[in-house]
C-alpha cells in the first residue's frame, strides 16, 4: 500500500480522520492546505481575502502537482478535485477515497465561513458549491466512505478495512 488520499468538501473531516488513520496504519501525515499556509505565509482566509480565490487556487494546484510521498495519509483541500492534473497525479501514487458527508452535516460545521478558508465565489452558497463538486468527488475517488453519522473511529477502521484490499 503506497498513499491514501483523502478528498471531499470542506468540513467532511479529511484532516481529523487523516490524522488518526496515519496513526494507525503508522504511515506519515500531510495535510496540503497547511503546506499552502506554510508556502505563503498566512491562513487560507488571509490568501483567498489578500490575493483572491484564482491565486489560492493556482498555489494549491501547484502544490499538488509537486508532492512526491510514499506511504503517506493526504487529507486535500476540498477544491483538489477542480485540478485534473493534480488529481491524476495523486493517484499515480495511491487510493483517492471520498469522504462523504451530507449538505446538512457540512452546514453545521461550516458555521465559521468567514474564516475557514472556503473558496466561494460571489454570491455562491455552501449548497451550490456542494452540489457542484458532489459529482467531482464521486468521479475521482476509487472508493467512497458515508460517513453519516459514525464516529471518527469507525470511519478510520473502515478505511483501514478497505485498504487492506487495496
Not at 478528498?7 to 490524522?19: F, H, L, R, V
Not at 510514499?70 to 485534473?84: C, M, R, Y
Not at 462523504?100 to 453545521?108: A, N
Request: glycine share 8%.
Amino acid at each position: 500500500m503506497n498513499n491514501i488520499i483523502l478528498i471531499g468538501m470542506p468540513a467532511s473531516g479529511k484532516s481529523t480522520i487523516g490524522k488518526k488513520l496515519s496513526e494507525k496504519l503508522k504511515m506519515d501525515f500531510v495535510d496540503t492546505d497547511y503546506l499552502i499556509e506554510q508556502e505563503q505565509g498566512m491562513s487560507l482566509q488571509e490568501i483567498i481575502n489578500k490575493k483572491g480565490n484564482n491565486f489560492f487556487w493556482n498555489c494549491e494546484e501547484r502544490i499538488l502537482t509537486q508532492l512526491n510521498l510514499e506511504k503517506t495519509v493526504i487529507a486535500t483541500g476540498g477544491s483538489a478535485v477542480l485540478f485534473p492534473k493534480a488529481m491524476e497525479h495523486l493517484r499515480e501514487g495511491g487510493k483517492v477515497i471520498y469522504l462523504s458527508q451530507s449538505l446538512e452535516k457540512i452546514k453545521k460545521r461550516l458555521h465559521n465561513l468567514e474564516s475557514r478558508g472556503v473558496t466561494l465565489e460571489e454570491g455562491e452558497s455552501v449548497e451550490t458549491l456542494y452540489n457542484y463538486r458532489v459529482p467531482l468527488y464521486e468521479k475521482e475517488s476509487d472508493l467512497t466512505i458515508i460517513e453519516g453519522n459514525k464516529s471518527v473511529k469507525e470511519i478510520v477502521n473502515e478505511i483501514s478495512e478497505a485498504c487492506i484490499s487495496f
